[in-house]
């Protein structure tokens, strides 16, 4: 089974890179299902899905992001035809080494958003970097030095997006919400954006179709 969000995640980001690029990244869409709806054990399903990208290098940078949409997948639906403590045995402890250097922090930000979905309460950037990362308990400082250009720049939630793309530019090339960046804040200042102003985002946009595939991820799942 495929999660609901997930698969309207798939399709949404899919159009928003077909719409702002130059690739018809769309027609990969029911590939990317049969590799969701797959049977497989999870490290095979991550195999299929590298293959869609290996046979289609125009959409390259969606690959890690795509890959945490397959995570999500497998806690929401994947998940459910284990044993209860699965994720608690050697075997997804395996899988975890073998994947360490895979998917992006987009993945923290879903479960953020899956969490708040659970709770009932509205996304905000202050609660998930303080209640869900918990970036300023001693404990967490790994978090905290990954996260520290946006917490350094908590203020752009209330600023033009074209203020969030000038600091976009700024944030360092190895840090590990460079990409994210733009579309994490655009997304945490307007969680419900109309027409209007999704037009505004990708004029702003850093990378457009990335960027406003990711956004349209993150709004699958508000």
């Not at 018809?24 to 709806?37: G, M, P, Q």
């Not at 969680?191 to 004029?203: C, G, H, Y």
Request: glycine share 0%; aromatic share 10%.
């Amino acid at each position: 089974m495929t999660d609901p969000k997930v698969s309207s995640a798939v399709a949404a980001a899919l159009q928003a890179f077909t719409k702002y690029g130059s690739f018809d990244a769309v027609s990969l869409n029911s590939r990317f299902n049969d590799v969701f709806l797959s049977d497989e054990s999870f490290m095979n399903k991550v195999d299929l899905l590298d293959a869609v990208f290996d046979d289609n290098p125009q959409i390259e940078e969606l690959r890690e992001v795509f890959f945490d949409l397959l995570m999500i997948n497998f806690f929401s639906e994947d998940v459910k035809k284990l044993e209860d403590d699965y994720l608690e045995t050697p075997e997804w402890e395996s899988i975890e080494e073998q994947t360490l250097d895979r998917g992006t922090e987009l993945l923290n930000l879903l479960l953020y958003l899956n969490e708040c979905e659970d709770e009932n309460i509205d996304p905000e950037l202050e609660d998930y970097l303080k209640e869900f990362l918990l970036v300023d308990e001693d404990e967490f400082q790994d978090e905290h030095r990954i996260y520290e250009p946006v917490i350094a720049h908590q203020i752009l939630v209330e600023s033009p997006v074209s203020e969030i793309h000038k600091i976009a530019d700024t944030v360092p090339d190895d840090s590990e919400v460079k990409e994210l960046f733009y579309p994490m804040m655009v997304f945490f200042q307007n969680t419900d954006p109309d027409a209007e102003d999704k037009a505004s985002v990708a004029d702003n946009a850093v990378n457009k179709p990335f960027d406003m595939a990711v956004l349209e991820i993150l709004l699958s799942f508000n």
